[in-house]
């Protein structure tokens, strides 16, 4: 099992009326097949990520590491319901899985998943699931019944899925740069294509949404309008901290938004993105303006 460590960054951060990029955690050498999976942040403030592999770390208000669980197979998105339960999804074994605040974990869903990567609630309970392998969204309701949802031509290995403040569910392909709309009653419609490349994750907030970028190292803002704009890094693999726009990401993938929303939370690459070298997994923190 991989030790967790974190570091503290104690440089004072020079007034700015833009994003800001600082490097917040980072973790020893994960397991061989450790990549990147999914970033959420609970009720209260607790920051969970996890690997792609077979482990979820919860990391503390105060800097507390600790690992939640490494039973796993493919460890990708995850979310926290309105009790503080971690949802979290094994790619490998089809299966989303609940976990308590104490630990305490049982399957939630193992039937009509194919792939599951992201994952997100809406206002009602359910849950809809990403499935990179089918490409399609199944929902699971709070009885963890699973049925199909969505499907669109334009889902090449569905990933990120958030809920828009619309009430609408915007889907982010890994094979493309579409993002998709699904509405309350599952019908999709390509929005548009955001540049450079694959998709990784998104997330939404009161400022837009935020996509990353795991192969061009950047993350994009699209407002409501469906504008969209470079956010975060300069495009160079890298960790240099600072100002978004001239900081660098190294394989951004999994993000969320800080419980006072004022940040956004991003986890980073150390080593190569494919293969079975050991790697490094570095969270980031954005401030938004």
């Not at 869903?109 to 199944?138: H, K, R």
Request: aromatic letters at 8%.
């Amino acid at each position: 099992m991989a030790r967790l460590f974190l570091i503290l960054l104690t440089a004072v951060l020079v007034e700015s009326a833009g994003p800001h990029v600082t490097t917040v955690a980072l973790n020893d050498e994960l397991p061989s097949r450790g990549r990147l999976g999914g970033v959420s942040v609970d009720s209260e403030g607790f920051v969970y990520v996890s690997d792609f592999g077979a482990t979820l770390w919860r990391i503390s208000p105060e800097g507390g590491v600790e690992v939640v669980d490494s039973s796993l197979r493919g460890t990708s998105g995850n979310t926290v319901d309105s009790a503080g339960n971690l949802y979290q999804a094994s790619f490998r074994d089809n299966r989303i899985v609940r976990i308590d605040r104490e630990g305490n974990l049982e399957n939630y869903a193992t039937e009509g998943l194919d792939g599951p990567v992201g994952i997100a609630f809406d206002g009602s309970g359910n849950l809809y699931v990403c499935n990179c392998s089918g490409n399609y969204i199944a929902k699971v309701d709070s009885h963890g019944r699973t049925t199909r949802f969505a499907q669109s031509p334009d889902f090449d290995c569905p990933n990120g899925i958030t809920l828009d403040p619309s009430g609408y569910f915007v889907v982010a392909s890994f094979n493309n740069g579409y993002l998709v709309r699904v509405s309350p009653d599952g019908e999709a419609t390509t929005w548009l294509e955001v540049p450079e490349g694959r998709n990784a994750h998104l997330v939404a907030t009161e400022h837009g949404l935020y996509v990353t970028k795991i192969e061009s190292n950047r993350i994009y803002r699209v407002d409501r309008a469906g504008t969209i704009e470079a956010f975060a890094g300069t495009g160079e693999l890298g960790f240099d901290d600072g100002p978004a726009l001239e900081s660098t990401l190294s394989r951004p993938n999994g993000i969320a938004v800080s419980l006072d929303g004022r940040a956004l939370y991003v986890n980073n690459l150390e080593g190569p993105w494919r293969g079975s070298e050991p790697t490094m997994i570095v969270l980031r923190r954005i401030e938004l303006p």
